[in-house]
């Protein structure tokens, strides 16, 4: 390594009501952490959520506010569009666990930038 190859940053989508605070705090979490945040419209179904984590190469997926059948529906789906790998965050967690648990999947201790 040179030290001048491009830093890959973490890519989280975020699925939920853009005035939910929880989401907000999720979000800002996230991003302290280096990683890039892409919010999405709640109004989307299950399936084009999926479509769009395999759209932006996400490495994690959030539903802000969802019941937890819905979370297990979209973890099902991602992993029949090849998309298992891709974390689901749990709706409601804290969010400095969040952060934990995602470098914990991601194998990343450290920022998830680089």
Known sequence: MTGNEPVERVRVVLAGSSPDPGGVVLAR????AGT???HSDRAQTVEQLVENVVQEDADAVGLIGADPATTARLAGRLADRGAGDVVVLPAGADPGEVVRGLRNSLGRPGPLAG
């Open 29 to 32: 979490a996230l991003r302290d």
């Open 36 to 38: 890039e945040v892409v």
